[in-house]
């Protein structure tokens, strides 16, 4: 079987786990700490908070801006439901805003038209891994003097610009599972310049618990203090050495997807039934965390064909995503087909291919062989 996607573990990762396994510190040691600040100086900000995965990331995110019941957030439609459920915790609405056809981002001409009263983020997402364009975005947060907050759980890695996702919204927020840039087994991270988030942040992820007394009172060594209602959203030692080790390798292995995803336009290329994603531009460095095909024909019966044809042949495709508002949780409060046509058309047309650092070139041209053969039936 040839998956659509996989982690890269070497031995130089299992080095330092085992070094941490055999260590004095299992969690809340300092290898987070570590991870954190060497998270931080790869993306050029001053803060980063490790946490247990990229929902427990977004759930930070959205308690340190204050997201709260009947507050509003602008988001896309084509993305992981967490983006949308992490604010649903905070009481908040998700305002779905259609997607662009070339990318799959969200449409950023769409966006002020959207804002209400009630507006407190806009949250975007680099879907599969390409910048949206935060300029334009960043833009319209300040004017309207709203948070700006990425989900970039697919483009760990990428640059906007000559700037690396991270350092270009107000809250940035990472994913490390198995199948992302980089791994930690399950993790996340919140990135950010801000000091007042970043306390926030690290507090509501441990218990809303603060070991910093701030009125003079004298204490022991032992005394901690919970001021806010937080969670336990702690990422262990285990797995922050592994990212240590990761993130020495994220530029290899984007370089490696990027190669990869030119030798898919090579020879798929010339392919006239399917739609081919964007190339990466001056401006724009995809981190490549997906390799998402377009049928350019045939609609949802088609791919539905083509997909069950794939996976019979063992290539393991995906589909990214089920539009966040077609799932029944959203349709129970309100939101309806027809609402994000463009995103919707897209969900009937898509398949992620295989894409993952060491791809072989031989399981690349199975792939594209049986596409090839499959897509013209």
């Known amino acids: 079987m040839i998956p659509y996607s996989r982690q890269t573990i070497e031995q130089d990762d299992i080095d330092a786990v085992l070094e941490t396994l055999t260590s004095d510190y299992l969690t809340q040691g300092p290898k987070v700490e570590a991870f954190e600040q060497a998270l931080a100086n790869y993306c050029g900000v001053k803060y980063a908070v490790a946490v247990a995965n990229g929902t427990a990331a977004l759930h930070t995110a959205y308690n340190a801006i204050n997201l709260s019941p009947g507050d509003e957030i602008i988001t896309t439609p084509m993305t992981f439901v967490a983006t949308s459920n992490a604010a649903v915790w905070q009481g908040a609405r998700p305002v779905f805003v259609d ?95 801000n000091y007042n988030f970043y306390r926030k942040m690290k507090h509501f992820s441990s218990h809303g618990i603060d070991k910093k007394v701030e009125d003079g009172t004298i204490h ?89 044809a794939l996976r019979a042949k063992g290539i393991w495709v995906q589909v990214h995503y089920i539009p966040v508002h077609y799932h029944p949780y959203y349709k129970k409060k309100g939101y309806v087909s027809g609402l994000c046509p463009v995103a919707e058309s897209w969900y009937d047309s898509i398949i992620s291919i295989p894409l993952y650092p060491f791809l072989s070139d031989e399981d690349q041209d199975v792939v594209v062989e049986t596409l090839k053969f499959l897509v013209q039936m």
């Open 99 to 193: 997607i662009k056809k070339d990318s799959g981002n969200i449409d950023e001409t769409l966006v002020e038209s959207a804002i209400t009263k009630k507006t407190k983020a806009i949250v975007s997402v680099d879907y599969a891994g390409r910048p949206v364009e935060y300029d334009v975005i960043r833009n319209i947060a300040y004017r309207h003097n709203l948070n700006f907050i990425s989900d970039a759980a697919h483009s760990f890695g990428a640059s906007y610009k000559g700037k690396k996702i991270g350092s270009l919204a107000d809250l940035t927020t990472c994913s490390f599972h198995p199948v992302k840039g980089i791994t930690t087994g399950e993790g996340g991270a919140v990135l950010t310049n």
């Open 220 to 308: 022991g060594s032992w005394y901690y203090q919970m001021n806010t209602l937080g969670l336990n959203y702690r990422l262990s030692d285990i797995h922050a050495a592994l990212g240590l080790s990761q993130l020495k390798k994220i530029d290899s292995f984007i370089e490696k997807r990027a190669t990869l995803a030119s030798r898919y336009e090579e020879l798929l290329g010339d392919v006239s039934e399917i739609i081919l994603p964007p190339n990466d531009t001056d401006l724009s460095l995809s981190a490549w965390h997906l390799y998402v095909i377009r049928l350019r024909k045939g609609g949802s019966k088609k791919r539905l064909k083509l997909f069950e």
